[in-house]
C-alpha cells in the first residue's frame, strides 16, 4: 500500500490512530476540515472547555491593547499575525498543506473590528460567552478560514501535547523528533508568546500534528455568517428589546427587496447590511446557536464520518483494490504520458471495475469540483512530478499543473460535467493556462458525468467548440446505473 495517510507513512495500523481519537490525515494534500471552537465551548470535557476560555482569554487581550490605541507595527506582527499551523493537514489549502496564515491584512481587520464593530467582546450580556466565531459575521476582512486558522493556533500547544503523547507511545524514535516550536503559549506577564521543544512525528523535512476528531467539522462552523443573514428576519422578530426591534424591522424593511422574485444573494446582501448597521443583532443569533448546541456535535461527527469515507475510506480501497494492482504507480515518460496513462488508468478503473463508487456518498453523487479535485490529488501521491491544484500564474487557477521544471508541464483541467461554466472552460481557459504556465504539452481536460443527460449536455458543447474526438479530452463515465455489479467488480 502506497503511503497517503498518517497511519500508512508511520507503519501503523489505521486502528491505532482511532482508537487514540485523531483524525488519519492525509500527508499528501490538505483534507476538508477545520477546528469548530464551538465545541469546545459546547463540550462536556473540562479540558475543552479551558482551551475555549484561553482562547477568550487572549482574544479579550486584543481588544485591550486595541483600545488602548495606536499599536507600533512590530507589536502589530507578533500579537495579531500567525503562521498557518499547515502542520496539521487539515483545512482549505489549494495545494498540498502550504496555506497563506493570518498576515497583515488580516491582523489590520483584526485590530480595527475590536476598536469599533466588536468593542464590547468579551463584555456580552445576552450570550453565555463570548465566542471567536462573532468576528466573521459581519465581513470585514475576516473570513471563516482566518478564524480556523486563528482557533488552531490558540489551541496549539493542546495539539502539540496531544501529538506528543501519541508519538511517544506508538512510534519508534527514528520516527520522531525533537523540534522548537514557535508561538506556543501566551505569557502575560511578558506579553509575548514563548516558544516550547516538543517530541513529534517527523516526515520529509516537517513534524505532523495530529488532531481529536470530535473537535473537527466540516464546510461551516456552527455559528456562520451564512446562518446568520439567512436567520436574521426572524431574529429580528424575536428581539426582546422592542425599540432595536423595531429599528431592525425598519431598516430590514427598506433594505430588503420586496419582490417574490427576490433571490436568495439579494435577501442575503439586504440582511448583511441590517447586521453591520445594528450589529446589536449578533449577539441574539448567537444565543440561539447556543441553545441549539446540542445538535452541534451530532452535525459535526456526521461531517467528519463523510470526510473519512469519502477522502480516506474510500480512496484507500481505491488504491489498495484497483490503482496499485493495475500498474498505476509505474507510468513512465514526460508529464504528458504520465497526466494521459493515469487518466486512462481512472477511466477504465471508474467505468468497468467500480472504481465510480468513490465519487458517491450515501448514492448522491459529487456535487463540489473542489472535492473531486481533492479525490484526484490523493490518487498522485506517488510521482516523481510536481503536482499543483489551483496554481495561478498571473491570468487565473486551473486545477492542476503538472511539472518536472521548467521544461515540461502539463495542464490538467478535471471538471464535473454539471459545471455551466464548462462550455467557456473547454473554449478559452486551458489555452490561456498553457500560456500563463510556460506549458510544455498540450492540456489534458478530464470531464466526469453522472447521468446520460449529463453525456448528451458534454456531447454537444464538443460538437459546437468542434472538439469531438479531441484525443486530450477525456469524457469519464460514473454513472452507477450501468456498471458490473459487486460480485463482478
Not at 489505521?14 to 476538508?32: K, M, Q, T, W
Not at 473547454?426 to 510544455?440: C, F, M, N
Not at 459546437?464 to 467488480?489: H, Q, T, V
Request: glycine share 6%; aromatic share 12%; net charge negative.
Amino acid at each position: 500500500m502506497a503511503n497517503i495517510y498518517f497511519s500508512d507513512w508511520f507503519g501503523l495500523p489505521s486502528a491505532r490512530v482511532e482508537e487514540y481519537g485523531a483524525f488519519d490525515i492525509s500527508l499528501v494534500n490538505d483534507l476538508p476540515l477545520f477546528v469548530d471552537s464551538f465545541l469546545l465551548f459546547n463540550s462536556e470535557d473540562p479540558e475543552y472547555q479551558a482551551l475555549h476560555k484561553e482562547i477568550i482569554q487572549y482574544m479579550r487581550f486584543l481588544k485591550g491593547v486595541s483600545l488602548d490605541g495606536p499599536i507600533p507595527q512590530p507589536l502589530v506582527d507578533a500579537w495579531f499575525t500567525f503562521p498557518e499551523v499547515k502542520q496539521n493537514w487539515l483545512g482549505f489549502s489549494h495545494q498540498g498543506n502550504d496555506g497563506h496564515g493570518l498576515g497583515k491584512d488580516f491582523a489590520r481587520a483584526l485590530n480595527k473590528n475590536l476598536k469599533d464593530i466588536f468593542k464590547d467582546f468579551g463584555e456580552e450580556t445576552v450570550t453565555r460567552s463570548s465566542h471567536l466565531e462573532k468576528l466573521c459575521l459581519i465581513r470585514e476582512g475576516v473570513g471563516r478560514d482566518n478564524i480556523s486558522d486563528f482557533a488552531t493556533n490558540l489551541i496549539k500547544k493542546f495539539l502539540l501535547d496531544y501529538t506528543q503523547e501519541f508519538a511517544q507511545t506508538h512510534l519508534a524514535k527514528h520516527q520522531r523528533r525533537r523540534v522548537p516550536v514557535r508561538k506556543v503559549k501566551f505569557n502575560y506577564g511578558t506579553r509575548s508568546w514563548v516558544t516550547e521543544t516538543f517530541d513529534l512525528p517527523f516526515v520529509d523535512g516537517d513534524f505532523v500534528l495530529l488532531t481529536p476528531k470530535n473537535m473537527l467539522t466540516k464546510d461551516e462552523a456552527w455559528i456562520n455568517r451564512l446562518d446568520l443573514l439567512d436567520k436574521l428576519p426572524d431574529i429580528a422578530d424575536a428581539l426582546p428589546d422592542a425599540v432595536l426591534r423595531a429599528q431592525v424591522n425598519d431598516y430590514l424593511f427598506k433594505v430588503m427587496p420586496d419582490d417574490p422574485k427576490t433571490t436568495k444573494k439579494e435577501k442575503r446582501d439586504a440582511a448583511s447590511r441590517v447586521a453591520g448597521k445594528f450589529p446589536e443583532v449578533l449577539d441574539y443569533y448567537i444565543r440561539e446557536r447556543e441553545d441549539s448546541g446540542d445538535r452541534a456535535t451530532s452535525i459535526a461527527e456526521a461531517r467528519v464520518h463523510e470526510v473519512e469515507t469519502r477522502f480516506v475510506f474510500q480512496v484507500r480501497h481505491l488504491v489498495a483494490q484497483f490503482l496499485d494492482p493495475c500498474g498505476f504507480y509505474r507510468t513512465r515518460g514526460n508529464t504528458y504520458d504520465e497526466a494521459q496513462e493515469r487518466l486512462n488508468f481512472l477511466k477504465d478503473i471508474i467505468e468497468n471495475k467500480g472504481g465510480h463508487k468513490i465519487f458517491y456518498m450515501d448514492g448522491q453523487p459529487i456535487e463540489r469540483e473542489s472535492d473531486l479535485h481533492i479525490l484526484y490529488r490523493l490518487t498522485w501521491h506517488a510521482t516523481p512530478s510536481d503536482v499543483s491544484r489551483e496554481v495561478n500564474d498571473g491570468r487565473g487557477p486551473a486545477d492542476f499543473k503538472v511539472s518536472r521544471g521548467a521544461a515540461d508541464k502539463t495542464i490538467v483541467e478535471f471538471k464535473l460535467a454539471k459545471n455551466p461554466q464548462l462550455e467557456r472552460n473547454l473554449a478559452k481557459q486551458v489555452e490561456i493556462y498553457e500560456k500563463a504556465s510556460d506549458a510544455t504539452h498540450p492540456s489534458l481536460k478530464a470531464i466526469i458525468y453522472f447521468s446520460h443527460s449529463e453525456y448528451e449536455r458534454v456531447l454537444q458543447i464538443l460538437k459546437r467548440l468542434k472538439l469531438e474526438g479531441n484525443r486530450n479530452i477525456f469524457l469519464i463515465d460514473a454513472s452507477n446505473d450501468n456498471k458490473p455489479s459487486g460480485s463482478k467488480a
